[in-house]
């Protein structure tokens, strides 16, 4: 399967049936290394190369759950497709600016994704849809475990797995749960969870991690402890609070709902500019296709959970250029992202 | 013919064929007093009744171009009905004010309306479609005459037509153009076209004159001076000034068409609002409903020149109320109002 073919599936997560109202996706990431050489950023260029060989020969054959990986050395990915790889959260930007010696793992639909040398040796990814996070951690755990019995990786008694970055050391697992909360948001009740959340040792940021804007209202909620708590204690916590925060996006869904004239007039302008305009920058789009959401939830608006979380995906500069075929200017993506929307909008 | 039915009907300038791109209607007013008592705000309450009464008879009984008019006492009209015809430029704001002894005579569609004891003891307009002075001015000169020939006017031969106000006298006539300016707005010529109408002794302002809001980027223009020019002269400078404008207008609307995209993304935006939305304040319908036009005008949205004014006149709240049936919030009005626009633009 060609990084074409793999790019042109549209991820499990989006197309699956298990769609949450608001809980978009889940995922867990696992960071491991081997213990016989230093982290990849004290390994020498031939170093890092052998460990790349090593590593992705045993990702291309392993198989977890029915699932075959391929594995796409860096050097093979042109600029474009690490855009797409990056807006689909597939590699990190991180890796995306590393040279030879790094590449990731992909399963069908995207299910499983291996970075192979990007801060640690190995960092293994599950994505799953809706609110699973049980289901992503066996996923991850099955995977972990075949890896682990073919590669000798890095781990104390004291402190576990270890990692190049001590954020990570002891279970090197990142949960986190991508949240669509809106109605938090309308109600300017997002503060008040923001500082609910830190003291608990969770992090919420937006759709592309620390710093990045939550376009469309979209929130990913994340554990910040790895170490002295076991993997099954953190996913707890992450679920629970999750609960709790659909719980809260709820009741404001509820009150937004008494308005119920404002609401109709908010997610109807929303259908009405995403069907009708012809310009439509990144920002504003999100916030049309997350008022959009809304409204179908709320029962106001016809319309499918479905279409979101794919149509918030196809919005981005890289995924637009890459089903374009080459550059666009700002001008020409924001006429592309309108044609796009209008298209996908017709059935709607 | 009852008032109820008088306002059931559509008004004739809104509904004739011969509709223009860019000038909505044309007015011609005429003051005009009897000869032998003061002016209105000087007579008493008996002699303005009885005032009434003479002209009453005279214009139900008078019949121009097969129009024949009904005369309407303003204490036999509501406060409703009065503001409905304020907002159809059937009777002036301060004739609504006004209270027994005063009224006014309307023939079929509107095409006709006088005023009787307002400021002068007659003011007879003449509204007709488009850009067509010279027919609205035939039709107010055959209604003077006829006025005229039964009732003895005060006239000077030094001054002409003798008027309550001194901005009045000589021809005793305002014409005015009411034109659709919205290229002329958004490329910030306007306050150009004002300087530049001022030294030839016209006015440019808003919807409902002297100090309103150019809702809907919507422009009237007129003669300020009535002393020392023939009715011809006035006649044929608006008329010029009319064509100059809308050259301008014209100009500027292929510069902005140069822009496609950009110009079909508001057009299309405001189409997509108005066939969406659910609130609309009286304001911002003016706004998309002008935006709407111009992309029909400059061949982007599909739709026909008709609707706009027929649009206009309908957003304004007395007459959503009068259609109601009885008093109603704000947020009812614009509840109403984008009801009204969504239900009229299924068509389009």
New interface residues.
Partial sequence: MSLAEILAQPSHWLTAQEQHPIVLSTRVRLARNLADRPFPPALTAEKTEQTEAEIAAVLETTKIDGQCLRYLPLRDISDMEKMVLVEKHLISPALAALGAGRGVALSPEHRLAVMVNEEDHIRLQVISPGNSLQEAFRLADQLDDALESRLDFAFRERYGYLTACPTNVGTGMRVSTMMHLPALVMTKQMQQVLSALSPLGLAIRGLYGEGSKAWGNIFQISNQVTLGKSEEDTLVNIEAVTEQVCELENNARQIMLAGR??L??RV??A?????????LPVEEAFHLVSEDRLGVEAGLLPGTRETFAALVLNLLPAGLRYRHGGEMTE?QLN?AR?DYLRAAAVGS
């Fill in positions: 004239r404002a109709e007039d109807w302008r259908r009405g500019l995403l069907s009708h305009a012809r310009i001008d006429a309108a």
